[in-house]
T-cell receptor, first 113, second 116 residues
Framework: AQSVTQLDSQVPVFEEAPVELRCNYSSSVSVYLFWYVQYPNQGLQLLLKYLSGSTLVKGINGFEAEFNKSQTSFHLRKPSVHISDTAEYFCAVSTASGSRLTFGEGTQLTVNP | GAVVSQHPSRVICKSGTSVKIECRSLDFQATTMFWYRQFPKKSLMLMATSNEGSKATYEQGVEKDKFLINHASLTLSTLTVTSAHPEDSSFYIC????????????FGPGTRLTVL
């Protein structure tokens, strides 16, 4: 079984500041890793995913994440955030053998002016 | 591409009634669809996985007679909450993947169910 831990439930930052949302996972098999964003009362939108290859993954809206196998982490970063980035962010993992997703508890990113 | 819709977006019903939620893949054929439930300020909890033409696989603790799932075609899955009660009030989200074992799920916008 897999599990995902998002270390921060809430992250407040000022506009144009850098941000890092932390995610750690545990699994006994190889995994695929995902970051999703959810705006209020909406479904989830895929930001980026790691399947294999380069450990630095670039996604939409200027976000990127780095897969660190030794630390079992997949932290999400953005060098300069905007007010519109305010949302809930979910880290998720699935095994290579299927697409069942296990989600972390989510991190609420709030960007203040 | 890869758009998933849900209908209705929100529904209010009386206790004891049944509610059907539709999930459609608009521009692709979805061999597998997933149904999630999300409580306020909480993460998504997988309820069941459905493959077109076969019975859904329910997660432990999810009552299959309470939450009926039908995946009759490659573009439509339905979730029926039978004899709904206030504790069934929640945000229900579906997702779809193109291929069995595919790495990416595409999510619908969700359905807010309120049971009075």
């Amino acid at each position: 079984a897999q599990s995902v831990t998002q270390l921060d439930s809430q992250v407040p930052v000022f506009e144009e500041a850098p941000v890092e949302l932390r995610c750690n996972y545990s699994s006994s098999v190889s995994v695929y890793l995902f970051w999703y964003v959810q705006y209020p009362n909406q479904g989830l939108q895929l930001l980026l995913k790691y399947l294999s290859g380069s450990t630095l993954v670039k996604g939409i809206n200027g976000f990127e994440a780095e897969f660190n196998k030794s630390q079992t982490s997949f932290h999400l970063r953005k060098p300069s955030v905007h007010i519109s980035d305010t949302a809930e962010y979910f880290c998720a993992v699935s095994t290579a053998s299927g697409s069942r997703l296990t989600f972390g508890e989510g991190t609420q990113l709030t960007v203040n002016p | 591409g890869a758009v998933v819709s849900q209908h209705p977006s929100r529904v209010i019903c009386k206790s004891g009634t049944s509610v059907k939620i539709e999930c459609r893949s608009l521009d692709f054929q979805a061999t597998t669809m997933f149904w999630y439930r999300q409580f306020p300020k909480k993460s998504l909890m997988l309820m069941a996985t459905s493959n077109e033409g076969s019975k859904a696989t329910y997660e432990q603790g999810v009552e299959k007679d309470k939450f009926l799932i039908n995946h009759a075609s490659l573009t439509l899955s339905t979730l029926t909450v039978t004899s709904a009660h206030p504790e069934d009030s929640s945000f229900y989200i579906c997702s779809a993947s193109v291929l069995a074992g595919s790495d990416t799920q595409y999510f619908g916008p969700g359905t807010r169910l309120t049971v009075l």
